[in-house]
């Protein structure tokens, strides 16, 4: 069984600042990958970022990036240069074996960016 | 515009009204699949398709039902609803099942069940 665990249930960021985002996950799979997206109050569900487990380098996508220590089993999101639109939910979610590409989600982090 | 729809996106019903949710994709995506998103629990698997004619049970199936007849559409069916099933529910797609895959949600569909 796989399972994501974030810790953070929210957090509070100033624009302009950098803020991470906690991830930690267990898995029994040999290869396996992680995912962060992004839940605005509208409710669609938007894919920010992703890391395999075997890829070399952590993941970056413009002002996401993705802080992967797998000896920690840790993927945490960092996002540069806060926005006031970054305000959303955030969930980590992991995909490994079985189970038609099933992805296990976090509870999710709720982040509100302020003045 | 590649994407996936989801009809309707709010609904209010009342306890054993059977009632579908459908989704579509225009993608020519594989796999489909269900998530219901409940508070402090996040989004959790109903039911999952690899192609037409396959489909197999997520994490929670209880009380639902699926079909895929046709590649872009995965309609779900709860066929006596119950007010445990009133939750954030998400259709998604994907073109594969490899570890990079990406997942492409549906807008949601906000049930009540009274």
């Known amino acids: 069984a796989q399972k994501i665990t974030q810790t953070q249930p929210g957090m509070f960021v100033q624009e302009k600042e950098a803020v991470t985002l906690d991830c930690t996950y267990d898995t029994s799979d040999p290869s396996y990958g992680l995912f962060w997206y992004k839940q605005p109050s509208s409710g669609e569900m938007i894919f920010l970022i992703y890391?395999?487990?075997?890829?070399?380098q952590n993941a970056t996508e413009g002002r996401y990036s993705l802080n992967f220590q797998k000896a920690r089993k840790s993927a945490n999101l960092v996002i540069s240069a806060s926005q006031l639109g970054d305000s959303a939910m955030y969930f980590c979610a992991i995909h490994g074996t079985g189970g038609g590409n099933k992805l296990t989600f976090g509870t999710g982090t709720q982040l509100k960016v302020e003045l | 515009e590649a994407q996936v729809t989801q009809n309707p996106r709010y609904l209010i019903t009342v306890t054993g009204k059977k009632l579908t949710v459908t989704c579509s994709q225009n993608?020519?995506?594989?796999?489909m699949s269900w998530y219901r998103q409940d508070p402090g629990l996040g989004l959790r698997q109903i039911y999952y398709s690899m192609n037409v004619e396959v489909t197999d049970k997520g994490d929670v199936p209880e009380g639902y039902k699926v079909s895929r007849k046709e590649k872009r559409n995965f309609p779900l069916i709860l066929e006596s609803p119950s007010p445990n099933q009133t939750s954030l529910y998400f259709c998604a797609s994907s073109a594969g099942a490899a570890r990079g895959e990406t997942q492409y949600f549906g807008p949601g569909t906000r049930l009540l069940v009274l």
């Open positions: 993608m020519n995506h594989e796999y």
């Open positions: 890391q395999g487990s075997y890829d070399q």
